[in-house]
């Protein structure tokens, strides 16, 4: 399990560099729902990088209320950002996924 992980938060930092947020997502889902199933400690972590992810997507499509969805959904993000630390499994690439997210959100944050 350690090793699909590592594999998919790989992936997911590439595509939230390029912007790719809605195939990030999908790219950690399947991660996520494997992870659940054995109750793998950084099961909620993941969960929070998935939202993150979405979040940003709402923003990129510019729907209704798509700044409140983003919100909401980033507060996900935020609730289990702090579980990443350096006693988890995989925490370089943890760190670098929650970097990925907080780059960019900080960019949408600065650039409004």
Known sequence: MD????NGLEEFISL???GDFFEAHEILEAVWH???AVN????LLIKGLINGAIAFEHIKRGRKNSLKCSQITMGSYMRYRDMCNPSIRNFKLFREA???IDNHRYKKIINK
């Open 3 to 6: 090793r699909e992980i590592a």
């Open 16 to 18: 939230i560099e390029r």
């Open 34 to 36: 494997k992870s659940r």
């Open 40 to 43: 793998h400690p950084e099961r």
């Open 98 to 100: 929650c970097s990925a």
